[in-house]
Structure formats: structure tokens, C-alpha cells
């Protein structure tokens, strides 16, 4: 999984895959419940589309956390290091 | 946006003359803003699926999609439909673009097909939606 510093090598791992993101999911079920009600969404699901589109917009905006493991694992090994 | 779709191997020029043949066909019989507005409207996805492999399975997933990335599909169906016109016709590539916006604008169309077929993945794979990436 690690690799263990010798002198000189850091500590680093690689950190785990996050399993996707639970984000716009209540929003996601509503538009569902809603296309399976009536086949034309453009006029019966207005209101569903629209908070999709600004939840999926905010997210995007938002974007991904960096995972700093490495970082304190580092900040660590120097640690020892002294 | 647009322009920068049409355009193949940096030919921008190229691109924009065949907008503003678009813009004018449509402009002589309907208004224009109108047209592209409601065109838009009724081709932009609210979402995609992609293949997730989870465990040795690979399952369609559901995911919703941003505003810009909706457009761009959109404005990418119209234009590979009005391609698919233009092998079947021999009618201008600026006319079968403005023939494919104005069936959009009337729900109808092979952009709307995709669109809606789309949809219906979508739907019939909403179990999976867990598995987002």
C-alpha cells in the first residue's frame, strides 16, 4: 500500500478513490418521480429541472476537496526526522 | 459557443459565416431569439449516464449535469443531426442546421429523439444512481 521512508523518502501513499459523491441526490429522485408521471418535462417538471440544473451548477462551482494525507504524512516523517 | 463548435481545423471564419446564414434563414420567417430560445429549451439534457465498473460489474449510471455542459451537448445533437440531413439532402450545411433548430423549437427532430432516449436510460437505470463517481 505505503511506501516506508528510508532515510531521505518520504512517506506517501496513494490515497484512496472517494466513492462518488451523494450531492443533488433528493433533487435527482424528484426529477425522477416526476419524468415517470408524465412523459412531456419540459411543461409538467419545470420546477424539478430547475433546482437539478442549479444544484448540479453549485457543485460544479464548488468542486472536488484535495485529499492532504501526503501532506501530513510528510509533514510527519520530517517530524521524526528531528 | 456555437461558433466554436462548428469550426473544424480552426476555421472560425468559416464557422461564422455559416451562423450568420443560419441566423438569416431563420430570421425570414420566425423570430429568431424565439426560435433558438425555445429550441434549447427542449433539447437540453438534465442529465447523462456513464459506465461506472463496481466490483467486476459495469452498470449505467445516472448523474445530473451542469448548465454548461447541458448546452454543449444540445448545440453537439443539433449539429450532428443537421450533418446526417445534409448526407441525406443536398441542401446547404446552413439550412439543415437552421431545419434541425427549428424542429427542436417544435419538439421534434432527431436531436429531441436522442434527447429523450437519453432520458430513458436515465430512467430505467435510477437503482444505480447510488453508485455515482
Redesign the interface.
Known amino acids: 500500500m505505503g511506501k516506508h521512508g528510508k532515510s531521505g523518502t518520504p512517506l506517501k501513499i496513494n490515497p484512496r478513490r472517494s ?4 450531492e ?2 433528493e ?3 424528484a ?2 418521480t416526476c ?2 408521471k408524465s412523459i412531456d ?2 411543461d409538467k417538471c419545470v420546477a424539478e ?1 430547475r433546482a ?2 442549479n ?3 453549485a ?2 462551482r464548488k468542486g472536488k476537496t484535495a485529499n492532504t494525507i501526503n501532506y501530513h504524512l510528510q509533514r510527519i516523517s520530517r517530524m521524526l526526522r528531528r | 459557443k456555437f461558433t466554436n463548435l462548428l469550426m473544424i481545423d480552426g476555421k472560425k471564419i468559416k464557422a461564422s459565416k455559416i451562423l450568420f446564414n443560419i441566423i438569416k434563414e431563420i430570421q425570414s420567417n420566425f423570430t429568431l431569439l424565439r426560435v433558438i430560445s425555445k429550441a434549447l429549451e427542449n433539447l437540453v439534457p438534465n442529465l447523462e449516464v456513464r459506465k461506472v465498473r463496481v466490483a467486476g460489474s459495469t452498470y449505467i449510471v445516472p448523474a445530473v449535469l451542469s448548465k454548461k455542459k447541458q448546452e454543449t451537448l444540445a448545440l453537439k445533437w443539433i449539429i450532428e443531426s443537421a450533418k446526417k440531413r445534409q448526407k441525406n439532402s443536398k441542401l446547404e450545411f446552413s439550412v439543415c442546421l437552421a431545419d434541425e433548430m427549428l424542429e427542436a423549437s417544435r419538439k421534434s427532430g432527431q436531436a429531441r429523439q436522442k434527447r429523450d432516449e437519453l432520458h430513458r436510460l436515465a430512467q430505467m437505470n435510477r437503482a444505480y444512481s447510488r453508485y455515482r463517481w
Not at chain 1, 19 to 22: E, F, I, P
Open positions: 466513492r462518488g459523491n451523494s443533488c441526490m433533487e435527482l429522485n426529477f425522477f419524468m415517470a418535462v419540459e429541472r437539478l440544473t444544484c448540479a451548477t457543485a460544479a
